[in-house]
């Protein structure tokens, strides 16, 4: 809410790619927004502002907030979320503040809904006419979007005990206007995002696909009588990757998975059914639960799967993917995460706590008596994602498959705490990094890599968790699958008790306790570095202070390390704050409890 992103910057750029002359921008695009400068003709200006709604999507990059969990530490001393769980986190130090971010990407989008019907975006009126729907569309689906993001980073309880969002911003904010506006009820916030979600729904194509000449009975009723060439023009696949009505149903179970999870609803039972709903909506346009078991390599290898990667075209989605930002050929992630011997800075590094969450491979936990593990041999017949998504000792890794060692009597940096970029816990990242990349100096290579904003696997440990809450675990509602399906579909496509109809699983059905605990371990599993777990251990009310845990390997023996950092976090750092400059300006705005 800030007044100075009123003079609009324009940038001639390629869609969600940052803006040159952003902080210094030339003297012809920089405008300001009064009607005796607006040339409607010139349609670069409004969609310049949309632009900025891509740009500022906070999905758009990797946060590694797993860092703040006890799922992964950092080596990077200088770490934002390392110094969050640290006991270093206030409301004017929050490295997961959306504050700035998402309210000015809502400036855009309300002036981008103010100036749309100025626009001559094409010659022929019908056309023109589809444009403006589209671009509306987006507008109110990116301003749902970044809304989503704000209640998930701000949204809490004041002092007085009452659930409050954000404030509510449905139009410009000009320099004549009152900034010092209160927040609106979590409720109110939820119903403004389904009301935003609706319209950009009613007004976009479910997909962008180009309708073959002949065949407009194709063309959706809801835009009228329109020719095939019309509708292409506006509504054809060069307009794939930018937001759909596909896109807006997914951000609609999203945000009512939040909206029921224990930290906003109360367990309220017409919440979690709202959230199935609308997470079995999304799956069903992706052919519902078979979607999952038939897209096995795109499910668990989405981020390493070579050939499926290379055939990209822009904007096209992989099976697995729902919507996700442009590819870019760079060896970014590998050179801040592979060990110190494929010349990598070895960030990220994975815990032994999210080591002991994966299961045998026959599907019980490894504290079970019935798993098989054995902690002197504790990699050997795990489940198939350890090795996938982490490092551990004795692992290959790099275009010459190395041997990696992390044993504390090693030889190489890659030994715990050996030097700077060593690992701290005894693992390494190995999931989203393409083993292909090489880093020597001598012959580098970089590869092709994508960032997802959504995939159908969230959605569908989404709909497990909202289904098994609002009709236990075998119960479907109004719906042709139930939590346990989904979950069995999940494991299976991992390869998790193949050998003996996964009796775990089959065991847990029978308790929606037990069932919850599965699939919030699942969702740990399938989702970690995406991302998810900062977010969802505080909507479930989880317990936020579990320490980070390492294994230490010396001389063929095992030893946990039963703290490699304590995490420190208060109760009501569950929520996160307003930032304290707002609370300063603004009084009518209430700080979350807790906060100063």
Known sequence: MKKGILTAVVCAAVLLTGCQDLIEPAI????????????PSDSRFPYGLLLNGYNRIPTNNWSFNDVATDDAVSNDQNNGYLKMATGQWTANNNPANQWTNCFAGIQYMNITLGEIDKVQWVTDPVTNKLFATRIKGEAYGLRALLMYHLLQAHAGKGANGQMLGIPILLKPQTTSDNYNLPRATFDECVKQIYQDLDSADVKLPLDYRDIALGQAS???????????????????VTFSGLFTGRIAKAIKAQTALLAASPAFGNDNASRWTDAANAAAAVLNLNGGLSAITSNVASGLNWYSNTAEIASLKDGANPPEILWRNNWFENRDLEQANFPPTLFGNGRINPTQNLVDAFPMLNGYPINNPLSGYNPNDPYTNRDPRLRMFILVNGATAGVNNTVINTNVDGTTNNALNRVETSTRTGYYLRKLLRQDVNLNPTSPSNQRHYKPHIRYTEIALAYAEAANEAFGPTGMGSNTYSAYDIIRAIRRRAGIGTTNNDAYLESAKGSKETMRQLIRNERRLELCFEGFRFWDLRRWNADLTEPAKGMSIQNGAYTVIPAVQDRVFRSFMKYGPIPYSEILKYPALVQNEGWN
Do not use: H, M
Request: aromatic letters at 12%; a neutral charge.
């Open 218 to 236: 194709q063309i959706p009723a809801k835009y009228g009588t329109v020719s095939v060439e019309q509708y292409n023009r506006a509504f054809g």
């Open 28 to 39: 012809e695009n920089n405008r300001q927004l009064d009607a005796s400068a607006y040339v």
